[in-house]
Structure formats: structure tokens, C-alpha cells
């Protein structure tokens, strides 16, 4: 019964989650090589790409019509990638409350990524620390999309800390 309550007390359980789902994150991050719901993101909207420029060009759309396909695609993804995070929740719990609450954390953990984004600012930092730019610029261009190759010393920082401050608010 004090469990109940407790529960209860901490919405529905909302809290325990999201605190979890954070130390979840600290401890274990997103290892290298695992699978990622950002990746299969990335992956649906490439191919909605292609299928998009291949629409473009067998019905000879206008910039108008491509522009309305492009945010028929971006729509679709951010709705599809919603119903398939409810799906998967949805269906855990099915399994066992327990279970719906494990998937949970885990789905909310892969949104932190806060050890990976220290992990890769590390990354950069050593080489960086000890004087050695061009592995810093090798590594930097691990994390970033611009050119690395000229960037100097307060140039490599800004980039990461540019690259870690916008990865943490998304």
C-alpha cells in the first residue's frame, strides 16, 4: 500500500522514470556500436530523400511540390518516430507494468546522451591538453560537420563547446 502511494506521489511513477532514465545515462551512456533511435531516424529520412528527389524528377515537381513533400517527409518522421516510441512502450507494458517502465527508461536515456557528449569533448580535450592539434582536429571531425583541418587551438574548443551545447539541448 505505501508503494501505491508513492507512486501515486510521484505522478504516476513520471518522476522515478525520468530520474532512472538520468542515472541510466551517467552510468552506462550510449555505448559505441549499439544500436540507436537516432540512427534508424537518420536512416528513414534518407531514404524519404531519395524517394522525394526520385518523385521530383519522375513527376516534374515544381519547387512548390517538392518543398510540400519535404514537409510531408519531416512531418511523417516526427509523427511516425512518436507512435512507434508509444508502440514499443505500449507493448512492454502489455508484457508487465515493470517491463513498460524498463523500456521507458531505456527510450528516455538514449535522449539524454549526456556521458556520450563528455565522452566525445574528452575525446578532443586530451590530445588537445597535451599539444597535440592534429589528433584534436582528428577527433573533433568525429563530432562536427565543418572543415577541422585549419582550426586552431581556441577554434577546436569553441567547436566542441558549440558542438556539446547544442547536442544538450536537443
Not at 515544381?62 to 512502450?89: A, D, H, P, Y
Not at 512492454?92 to 549526456?114: D, E, K, Q, R, W
Not at 591538453?129 to 563530432?143: H, K, N, S
Request: proline share 4%.
Amino acid at each position: 500500500m505505501m508503494s501505491v502511494l508513492w507512486f501515486n506521489l510521484l505522478g504516476n511513477g513520471r518522476a522515478v522514470v525520468v530520474v532512472l532514465a538520468a542515472v541510466l545515462d551517467r552510468m552506462v551512456g550510449d555505448p559505441w556500436g549499439w544500436p540507436h533511435p537516432v540512427q534508424a531516424i537518420g536512416q528513414v529520412i534518407s531514404w524519404g530523400t531519395k524517394g522525394v528527389l526520385r518523385l521530383k524528377l519522375s513527376l516534374k515537381l515544381s519547387s512548390v511540390g517538392e518543398r510540400s513533400l519535404g514537409v510531408g517527409l519531416g512531418l511523417g518522421v516526427i509523427l511516425g518516430s512518436g507512435v512507434v516510441g508509444w508502440g514499443l512502450v505500449r507493448l512492454s507494458g502489455m508484457i508487465h507494468p515493470v517491463v513498460g517502465m524498463g523500456c521507458t527508461v531505456v527510450l528516455l536515456a538514449s535522449c539524454f546522451a549526456g556521458r556520450s557528449l563528455r565522452r566525445a569533448a574528452e575525446d578532443v580535450r586530451v590530445p588537445l591538453a597535451t599539444g597535440d592539434i592534429p589528433t584534436a582536429r582528428e577527433r573533433l571531425a568525429l563530432y562536427v560537420g565543418r572543415d577541422t583541418e585549419n582550426l586552431d587551438e581556441p577554434e577546436i574548443l569553441r567547436a566542441v563547446l558549440e558542438t556539446v551545447s547544442e547536442n544538450a539541448t536537443d
